[in-house]
Every structure is written in structure tokens, then in C-alpha cells.
């Protein structure tokens, strides 16, 4: 890779094009990011983010409030049968941290954004890039000339058109990437036969017994077609203190996509039917109570008590997509993060991509491995992480035959990986 200063145009503006530009500003390259939400308050986004090694790596190399607490420490995961004893229980020690505490954190590190998370933005080294953050710009448009990458954006706010010539382009539009939709629309989203209904409540609105059941560990409980996983996360504003902490929940059901159950729980109060994701706040009451009454029927009542005390839910609608191509026009376009592949959620391993991703284009531009190892190593993690969310679903969800033929899939990956690795380790 060239070393000398670039313009970096990356899509999308969640954690993982925040981590990258974040990576990349600091080898002196001017990033602009192009976000398509209208702005940069980015409330109700409090879903949990388990703060795995790549994550942790990556805030340690990176982040300049590291004087700022940033995740829920839990010690163990228990295993809890309908009476509410322990069936399992095992030491897994896990930094439990938020959708919102990362972004916020991330923006005050990438352009200065103060916040009610991070009310002090750090001070930059002296020797950055210029970062800018557009909010409104939706990348409509991609090609490559004889020198540079040409973004074409539409300007949400005025409707307007415009091209920005950049040096590199980084795709972490999520998901959905209509990137990925744009340049490879063979790669089409399969539903897995499940959704996973979400929320959080307040600490100090649930009873005394119920918390001290969930206090600081991660908790699991399996029902008839699905399981429900229970954790503690940072409250408002990153609050760390017992009280004001958020209790989050991730409710695995099965239901088939062509049902009209499936249907009512995916259409907001606006009458749109959505794909992946319902989003919090738009959740029809109808749809939330019939959901209430199932989960005191089917879940303990410490679990019942928290869907009944939930206020803001959301839904997502599981599915699969295969591993993208990560490099385009000869280097010049990556994709990264979900843009690349989106794990189901089971493994929690989203935001650990993104930041392992990072890390390695971080590598990749200061010329430390080339091109083509920063595409094997992304797409290997890619690889095998989708593999092993496909198996703990089909764990739960589906059944053992199903589990071991997706559990010989990933061993079989992990093999060829290994084999592959250490063939190129001894050939140089």
C-alpha cells in the first residue's frame, strides 16, 4: 500500500467505519466519514456489545479516555432451568458494554463529538489526519478511475448530488450494505427461521430478587423453539452505578416468514413492514402485549418480569448472508465489519470484527502486511465466525442433527484455515 498522505472516504458511520477512521486518522490520513442518519444524536441504540479481545485491543491501542469506564464487568454464565436453579454455571469473565457508550466514545476519539457519554473529548496527538463527519449522505454510486475511487452522494437534507474523489474507500454501511447490494447483488439475505425480540430495563425497576438472580452475571435460559440470554450493560449517559444500570435482553423464538405472525411482529405503527430490523420505539402494542403474555406463559418469572417492565423493544429478523469479496478495484475499495458478513447474533461478535478489521487496515496502510494477507485474515475470521453463529442457532433453534452437521462445516473451515496457514507460514 502506498504510505503516502490519502484521502479515505469510508461509508457508513457506526462503530465499525468510527474504528476505522479512528485507525487510519492517526497514521496521518484525512478520513471523512459518510453517515446516512440525518444526525450525530444517536439515542435508543441501547443494545448490548460484549467487548471481546479485538475490541479490547483496539480500544487499549486507541482510545484516549481510557480514565472513563466503558463496560459492565460479569464474572460467570449460569444455565437457569424453569425453577430458576442453577443447572450450569461456569467462570467466563466478559466486559459488557453498549451501542451507545461505543459510539459516543468513538465519536469524542474521531472528531471531537462532546456528549452527555463523554463530556471531555481528549486531546489529539499532533501529527493526525483531518477527520470530518457528515451526517445525510447516503453513497449512491461507486467507480474507480485510473487514480482514484469517484463516491457519488445524495445529500438528504437538500436532495442534492454530488462526487467525492478519494484515494481509498472503506464499505461499513452494516448489514444491509447497499454497497454490497450495489457491487455483488448475486449475495442475497436467507432467513434463518427465527427472530430475536430485544430490550432493556432499568435496574432499579425490577424487584430485589430479580437482580440479585441477574447481578453481574451472564444468564441463560432455554425454552420450547428458543432460549432467551440476559446480561447487564452501562445505563444512561455510560452510568456504572448499581441502580441505573440496564438490565438487556436477547429472546430467541422461532417463527416461519411467511406467517402472518411474522408479519404483525415486523410491521411498525406506520403500517411499513420491515426486513431485518424493527426498530426501537416502533413496535406496534398489540404485537408487544400478545409477546408479554407469552413470556409469562413460557419464561421463569424473573424473565417474565423484565419483558413485562420492558418499555422501548425491538425485533430482529435472523438471517444469513454469504461471505462477501473484501477487496475491490485492485485494493482500492474493503469492505469490513457486517458490510463484509453479519454473524448471527448469538456469538456477540459484530463489534469484534469491526475492530479486528480495523486493526489489520491499520496494519495494511502502514505497510506492515500486504494486501493480500489483510484479505485472508479478515475473510478467515469472517469465515469461521459465520460458521459458528450458524451452529449455536442450530443448537437452539433447530435441533442436534441440524447442530452437528453445522458443527462438522465449522471444524472442517477451521481445518482447511490451520492447514492453509501453516502451509504459507513454511513456504515464506
Given at each position: ?180 447490494h450495489l457491487l455483488q447483488p448475486q449475495l442475497k439475505h436467507s432467513y434463518a427461521g427465527y427472530v430475536a ?232
Open positions: 500500500m502506498d504510505r503516502m498522505k490519502m484521502h479515505v472516504v469510508i461509508v457508513g458511520g457506526s462503530l465499525a467505519g468510527l474504528m476505522h477512521g479512528i485507525a487510519i486518522k492517526r497514521l496521518g490520513h484525512d478520513v471523512t466519514i459518510l453517515e446516512q442518519h440525518q444526525s450525530s444524536t444517536r439515542e435508543g441504540q441501547a443494545a448490548g456489545i460484549v467487548t471481546m479481545e479485538h475490541s479490547q485491543k483496539f480500544l487499549d491501542r486507541h482510545d484516549l479516555l481510557k480514565h472513563q469506564p466503558y463496560a459492565v464487568n460479569c464474572s460467570s454464565v449460569q444455565v437457569l432451568d424453569k425453577n430458576m436453579k442453577v443447572k450450569i454455571e461456569f467462570q467466563r469473565p466478559m466486559m459488557m458494554s453498549s451501542w451507545n457508550v461505543l459510539y459516543y466514545r468513538l465519536r469524542a476519539n474521531f472528531d471531537g463529538l462532546a456528549s452527555s457519554y463523554c463530556t471531555h473529548t481528549p486531546s489529539e496527538p499532533s501529527r493526525i489526519g483531518h477527520a470530518v463527519y457528515e451526517q445525510g449522505k447516503r453513497v449512491t454510486n461507486i467507480h474507480s478511475d485510473a487514480q482514484k475511487i469517484q463516491v457519488e452522494v445524495e445529500d438528504r437534507v437538500n436532495q442534492s448530488i454530488s462526487t467525492v474523489s478519494a484515494d481509498q474507500v472503506i464499505v461499513a454501511d452494516g448489514s444491509a450494505s447497499q454497497m454490497r425480540w430485544r430490550g432493556t430495563v432499568i435496574e432499579s425497576r425490577v424487584s430485589h430478587e430479580t437482580r440479585s438472580i441477574f447481578q453481574n452475571k451472564t444468564t441463560l435460559h432455554t425454552t420450547p423453539g428458543g432460549y432467551i440470554a440476559l446480561y447487564m450493560i452501562p445505563g444512561e449517559n455510560g452510568s456504572l452505578e448499581p441502580g441505573k444500570r440496564l438490565l438487556n435482553y436477547v429472546w430467541y423464538t422461532n417463527i416461519s416468514n411467511d406467517s402472518s405472525e411474522f408479519q404483525q411482529a415486523m410491521t411498525d405503527t406506520a403500517g411499513r413492514q420491515h426486513h431485518h430490523t424493527l426498530p426501537i420505539g416502533k413496535m406496534r402494542s398489540r404485537v408487544w402485549e400478545k409477546q408479554r403474555e407469552i413470556a409469562h406463559q413460557l419464561l421463569p418469572q424473573p424473565f417474565a418480569e423484565l419483558v413485562d417492565r420492558t418499555t422501548q423493544p425491538f425485533i430482529s429478523a435472523i438471517s444469513d448472508i454469504e461471505v462477501s469479496e473484501a477487496v475491490f478495484f485492485g485494493g482500492k475499495l474493503l469492505f469490513v465489519g457486517d458490510a463484509l458478513v453479519p454473524f448471527r447474533p448469538h456469538v456477540a461478535c459484530s463489534t469484534n470484527q469491526a475492530a479486528l478489521n480495523a486493526l489489520l487496515v491499520e496494519q495494511l496502510l502502514a505497510g506492515e502486511i500486504s494486501l493480500a494477507s489483510w484479505e485472508r485474515q479478515v475473510l478467515d475470521y469472517a469465515h469461521a465466525t459465520r460458521l459458528r453463529s450458524v451452529t449455536w442457532g442450530c443448537w437452539y433453534q433447530v435441533g442436534y442433527l441440524s447442530f452437528f452437521a453445522s458443527k462438522v462445516r465449522h471444524l472442517v473451515t477451521l481445518c482447511g484455515q490451520r492447514l492453509r496457514s501453516g502451509y504459507i507460514s513454511i513456504t515464506g
